[in-house]
Structure formats: structure tokens, C-alpha cells
């Protein structure tokens, strides 16, 4: 058995008649000829990139000292992408730089990096990237890359890109007796106008690799099932570069070329392609039937641009994802069982609901591929399968709202206990963090920021939600310094506008260079969030109790991001602002941080828990902006802290709390600490106390995360 690593560019032709496996016809690996002039079928305009012999230099590895030895991932990968290309990916492990060149030998080149939060993903660096989030990743096995790359979509003009998915290998079959077996094909198409769709069926390889049969048919048989009217058998002759050629034996016309990798220690049959009548372009990826079903899990893209992970068993897939528009997300649907007609190595995921799909998995692969219905039809989703523990679930990027007045981006790994928060500029402070051994479910962040006797700086984690204490830049002053300051980070922020109604008691700063402020006050979004209304009086009313002359109207519309939502006042156009809605607990958090438009000098930070009924007696730990870090009970008529200061200084303090009255909100009470006033709220998951409007007390905020 030879395998070859040598990919020196050849003359691919892999054609699409029409969708099988609920559809049309199709053909083995194209369906269409290779030359003009047999039926209707135009010359197939696919060919693949040139490669040069560059993993040569992997087998003279070793020639030379242990210093000098190259990573033996590095060299040129043979890539089939979503998109319907064929190209070459060269990567250099050692330099961190890669050079993508597709069909026209046209290169793109750049460098990749490890994404720390997800060890063994490389995000690539492209200036084809203009997405808010760089879902571009790959990972490696033995001879072999999955992941996605920003190619060339599909018939756009002018020239779009966009991440798509794709898997290279430079391991390929090149003795025919060593094709045989029977495989499940899944397939993409692309064709002008973005229309696109999907075929699944089974196919078998036989007689030492000389006969292809397929069942191209509306229903997915096993191929020994298949009715006889069909079957399409191909005669299969080896091509050029390890391609073979399968030439339909009833049509001379219907020719397909494929590559037959060896990936995770079994074959992947691979093809792509361009046809120019009709104007189509494909990717198929086959993998060996099997009634083998594991729980596994992989890692891997989709044709939606998103990059993340999918746990696949015998009853649920679920993906888990970051999107190109910087958003993360779930997605539980249920796993069928086998049928008697259909292979067992197919599944299908969410066969009941509206946006259906099917599975295979075996080797190192797990592959999704929609169905054919309009909700799901072209998508792709590949994946490589990771064998080793599974990761904290946790791990990943937040969205910050800091108390300094600033969003930021957080990314964590709970495994390697590493962290980077990035600020507005780009500027990254980055290093580790430990759990607090004192207070379990606290983490300590490592900052070279801290120059206390004490280290406040600490987080503590929810479903999809970061609450803690970091040192910032302190807002508004110049030169830089550093405070430790609360902040609130979200993975889960609202991006259905319908979904942002309701009503929030809003705690804030306003922040100078001379000092802060207090913000306190009750709103309301609503009309399937198109209006917020903000009560902008003195005396802290409910939304239904605020005089009309102090009830101002603001509209929402959707902001920069697909998570940000922009404000204006009716009445003073500039009046403006924008804010965004947490899922935190099940319940809608109100967050809001930046520098005010028509004030520059003045950062502010606003928290806005629901309005409710209830008011439990809870624990909540947290920060304040006074640098503290610290465990607060609260019932109904008390509230007591316990903290430690930077200073090093510790102490028990505690309130009265009083209810706002009968015009007042319901979620919010009066801390009485002697002369001296805060107002609180709470929610399912989150405790935030303002000072009050004095000079003592303004600008003091605490937000805690509750037990």
C-alpha cells in the first residue's frame, strides 16, 4: 500500500448533475463529462492549484541536529472547501505563517496563531477578514487540517469572502484494491444567485477499486437496498495525482473524479468542483458505513461562518458555537435511530422539526449536512474529532461592561487558568489567575497592574456570565492609573429586539476626572423594544407612577453590533446613548457603559435588574469601586458585608433596608447606614447597591454575584 504526501498539482474535473438523497439525479462524483460534446454538458473549468514539492522537507527531517528538526505538521495540504474549490494549503508550524492558493494560483498568505482558550485551534490572520469575530480556526491531525478559511464565495460578484469550511489531507490511496468498501456521501452545491442544496446518499466501491456504484434516489437506501432503476454503476480507472476517474458504463458522457484520503486511519472519499453548464460548484465528503455510533465530540466549522464544538450521541447533538458576528450559542436537537433502508452509519438530527439534518461520523471526522428543505439545504458543518478530555465549558470570550466606564472582551480558559482582557484600543493585558483558596468558586487574577498588599482583583463565574473585580484604567484621569473596579461579562446578549422588552431598575456611575456620580431610576423597554421610557425625576418613581413631565421617551434601534442596541431622545436628539440586554439567571440584565456623546469628559456605567415582586434572602459575591472584594447577605430587612480592601484593611458593615414606597420600584430597597444612603436591587443571579446623590456616597456601586 503506497500513500502519497507529494501533491504536485493535476488537472481535477469533478462535475454535478443534480441533488440525490431526497432530490434529482446525480452523478458519482460529478455526473457531468469531462470534454465538451458529449450531451449538453459544458467542460469542466476546475483545476486544482499547483503545489510545490514542499513536504520534501519533511522527510529529510532529522538530518540534522534535534534543533533544527522542522514540526512534522508543517508542509503543503491538498484543501476540498465548501465553497466548491480545490486548493493548496501550505503551513509552517515553526514560523506560524501559511500560504493558501487556490485554483487560479492565486496565494494568500499570513501567519495563525493557537487560540488560548481552545488549545489545538489556530486562528488564521487574514486581511480578508472584516467580521466582528475571526471565526477562520483550524485544527490538525496526522496528516490531515479541518477548519475554515475566509475563500471566495461562491458566484458573488464583485468578489465577497466569507469562512468556510474545508478539510485538506496529503495522505491519499493510490492503489485501487485498497479503495473498496461501502461509504455514506454527504454533498454541498453553490449556484449562481446563492442558491444552494445538499444530497446524502450511500455508495459502494468494489472489485479491487474498478467499480463505484451509487444510489441516487429520494429516499437514502443502503446501497444493497437500492431499487435497480437508481443504482449508477461506474467503471473507475486510476487518473492522475491519485485521482480516479469513474466513467458511468450506460453514459460515457457522465464522468466523476475523486480523491480517496486516508484520515484518522480509515478512507475519506473527497470532491470538488466547478461545472459551467449547468454553472454549479460542490464539495463531497464520504465517509466508510459503519453501525458503529460513539459519543463523540468535535470541533469544527459550518457553512454559517460559525467555529465551535458538537457533541453528537446516540440521542442529542448539540453545537456550541461562535458566530462571525462575534455571538455564542447553543443548539440541543434530537438524534434519530437507525431504519431498516437506511444505512446505520447516517443519522438523522431533529428529523421532526423544521430545520432538519443528518449525521455520520468515524475516524477522526463528524460531518452535518441540512437536509433537503429550504431551511436547512447547503449547509455543511465538519468537524474533527477530539479524543482527549473535554475542555472546561466555560472556556471562551465575554463580553465586559466595566464600572470604569468602558466595554471590553475577556477571554478565559478554566484548564490553563490564562486570561486576557482587551480593551476599546486593542490594548491586551493578559496572564493567569488562581482559585481563591479562602472562597471557593472565586478565581484571583495575576496583574502586574496591582501594586496593593492586597489582591482584589477576582471573578466568579454563571451559565455564560463573568462577575468580578479587575484593575482598569481608572476613567477620565491622564496619566493612566489602575483601580481594581467591578465589571459584569455576558456571552449571552439579546439580538431579537422583540426580546429586550421590559422593566429594569437601573443603577449607575457617572464618572470625571474630579469624581462620580449616582444614577438611580427606573425604565421600561417595550413595544417589541422599539421605545424605552426612563423616569428622569429627583424622587425614584415606578415607570407607572413617574409624573408625565419627567418621562422621557427614547427609540431603540438596533447598534453597531448585532448585540448593541442605540437610544435617542424624542425630544433632544442628543440625548443618546446605547445599552445591551444580558441573559443572566433566565432573566433579562440591562447593561450599559461608555462615554457620554454629548459630554466626553463624563464615562458612565449603568446595571438594570428586572422589576419583580419577590425579595429573597440571598448571598452575593463581589466587588465595589472602592477596590473592595466581598461576601454580602442580604434579607428583607437587612443587608451585611464582610470585605477586604486593597489597603489590606478587612471589616463587617452593615444597613437597615427600607422599601421605596408606595410610588416607588418594587426590586428596590433603601440601605440606611446611618446618615448615609445606597439603593439595591436583585435578580435571580445578580445584587447591585449605588450610593446615593451626596457627596459621601456618590458614585459608590457594588455588584455581586449571588449564590
Not at 515553526?94 to 498568505?109: C, V, W
Not at 465589571?487 to 464618572?511: E, M
Not at 446613548?577 to 432573566?587: C, L
Not at 457603559?593 to 469628559?601: C, D, E, F
Amino acid at each position: 500500500m503506497r500513500m502519497t504526501r507529494y501533491l504536485t498539482g493535476c488537472g481535477l474535473a469533478a462535475l454535478l448533475a443534480a441533488c440525490g438523497g431526497g432530490g434529482g439525479g446525480e452523478g458519482a462524483g460529478g455526473g457531468l463529462p469531462l470534454a465538451s460534446g458529449s450531451g449538453n454538458a459544458a467542460p469542466n473549468t476546475q483545476a486544482a492549484a499547483p503545489a510545490p514539492a514542499l513536504v520534501k522537507a519533511k522527510a529529510a527531517q532529522g538530518t540534522q541536529g534535534t534543533q533544527d528538526i522542522a514540526d512534522a505538521r508543517n508542509g503543503t495540504y491538498r484543501v476540498y472547501a465548501a465553497n466548491g474549490t480545490q486548493q493548496q494549503l501550505t503551513v509552517d508550524f515553526d514560523a506560524g505563517s501559511y500560504t493558501m492558493t487556490d485554483s487560479p494560483n492565486l496565494p494568500e498568505s499570513g501567519t495563525f496563531g493557537e487560540d488560548f482558550t481552545e488549545p489545538g485551534t489556530y486562528v488564521f490572520a487574514s486581511g480578508r477578514i472584516t467580521t466582528a469575530a475571526n471565526t477562520s480556526r483550524f485544527r490538525v491531525t496526522a496528516d490531515a487540517i479541518v477548519g475554515a478559511f475566509p475563500f471566495a464565495t461562491a458566484y458573488a460578484s464583485p468578489v465577497a469572502y466569507a469562512a468556510q469550511p474545508f478539510v485538506a489531507a496529503r495522505e491519499f490511496v493510490a492503489t485501487a484494491a485498497l479503495l473498496d468498501g461501502t461509504y455514506n456521501r454527504f454533498s454541498v452545491t453553490r449556484s449562481p444567485g446563492n442558491a444552494q442544496d445538499s444530497a446524502i446518499l450511500s455508495m459502494r466501491l468494489s472489485g479491487s477499486g474498478t467499480v463505484l456504484e451509487i444510489c441516487n434516489d429520494a429516499v437514502i437506501y443502503k446501497i444493497d437496498l437500492c431499487p435497480a432503476a437508481s443504482k449508477r454503476t461506474y467503471a473507475v480507472a486510476s487518473g492522475t495525482d491519485d485521482t480516479w476517474v469513474g466513467t458511468n458504463v450506460a453514459n460515457a458522457g457522465d464522468v466523476a473524479n475523486f480523491r480517496m484520503a486516508r484520515i484518522g486511519g480509515q478512507n475519506v472519499y473527497l470532491a470538488g468542483g466547478v461545472s459551467t453548464a449547468p454553472a454549479v460548484q460542490f464539495m463531497r465528503i464520504g465517509l466508510p458505513e459503519s453501525s458503529s455510533w460513539p459519543a463523540t465530540r468535535g470541533v469544527g466549522a459550518s457553512t454559517t461562518g460559525s467555529w465551535g464544538s458538537n457533541l453528537i450521541d446516540s440521542a442529542n447533538s448539540v453545537r456550541t458555537s461562535t458566530g462571525t458576528d462575534g455571538t455564542y450559542a447553543s443548539l440541543a436537537m434530537p438524534v434519530g435511530g437507525t431504519f431498516a433502508l437506511q444505512p446505520e452509519g447516517i443519522r438523522g438530527v431533529n428529523s421532526g422539526g423544521t430545520s432538519r439534518y443528518f449525521a455520520m461520523q468515524g475516524g477522526a471526522l463528524s460531518v452535518l449536512v441540512g437536509s433537503r428543505n429550504p431551511n436547512t439545504q447547503g449547509y455543511l458543518q465538519l468537524n474533527l474529532i477530539d479524543t482527549g478530555a473535554a475542555p472546561d465549558a466555560r472556556n471562551g470570550r465575554y463580553k465586559v461592561y466595566a464600572s470604569n466606564g468602558t466595554r471590553q472582551a475577556l477571554a478565559l480558559n478554566l484548564d490553563s487558568k490564562r486570561y486576557e482582557m482587551t480593551d476599546e484600543t486593542g490594548t491586551a493585558a493578559s496572564g493567569s489567575f488562581s482559585e481563591d483558596a479562602a472562597e471557593a468558586g472565586s478565581f484571583v487574577f495575576d496583574s502586574a497592574r496591582i501594586a496593593s498588599p492586597v489582591n482584589t482583583a477576582r471573578f466568579r463565574l454563571a451559565a455564560d456570565t463573568v462577575v468580578g473585580s479587575f484593575p482598569f484604567a481608572v476613567a477620565q484621569v491622564t496619566p493612566v492609573s489602575y483601580g481594581v473596579r467591578p465589571f459584569v461579562a455576558s456571552r449571552a446578549l439579546v439580538k431579537t429586539q422583540a426580546a429586550l422588552d421590559g422593566v429594569y431598575n437601573r443603577l449607575g456611575v457617572n464618572l470625571t476626572a474630579a469624581g462620580g456620580d449616582s444614577s438611580i431610576t427606573q425604565i421600561q423597554v417595550a413595544s417589541g423594544g422599539t421605545a424605552l421610557y426612563l423616569c428622569n425625576n429627583s424622587t425614584i418613581y415606578r415607570i407607572d407612577t413617574c409624573p408625565a413631565a419627567t418621562l422621557l421617551t427614547y427609540t431603540v434601534s438596533p447598534g453597531a453590533s448585532v448585540d448593541t442596541w442605540n437610544i435617542v431622545n424624542v425630544s433632544n436628539p442628543a440625548d443618546r446613548g446605547s445599552f445591551a440586554i444580558a441573559r443572566v439567571g433566565n432573566e433579562n440584565v440591562y447593561l450599559s457603559a461608555g462615554i457620554v456623546p454629548s459630554t466626553p469628559t463624563t464615562s458612565v456605567f449603568r446595571i438594570g435588574l428586572a422589576e419583580r415582586a419577590t425579595w429573597p434572602a440571598v448571598t452575593a459575591r463581589g466587588g465595589a469601586t472602592n477596590g473592595s472584594w466581598g461576601g454580602t447577605a442580604i434579607d428583607a430587612s437587612g443587608y451585611a458585608r464582610t470585605q477586604v480592601l486593597p489597603g489590606g484593611a478587612t471589616g463587617t458593615f452593615g444597613a437597615t433596608l427600607g422599601s421605596m414606597g408606595a410610588v416607588g420600584p418594587v426590586n428596590m430597597r433603601a440601605a440606611s447606614f446611618g446618615t448615609a444612603f445606597h439603593f439595591a436591587s436583585q435578580g435571580s443571579k445578580l445584587f447591585a447597591m449605588v450610593g446615593s446623590r451626596n457627596p459621601a456616597t456618590a458614585g459608590a456601586l457594588e455588584i455581586g454575584l449571588i449564590d
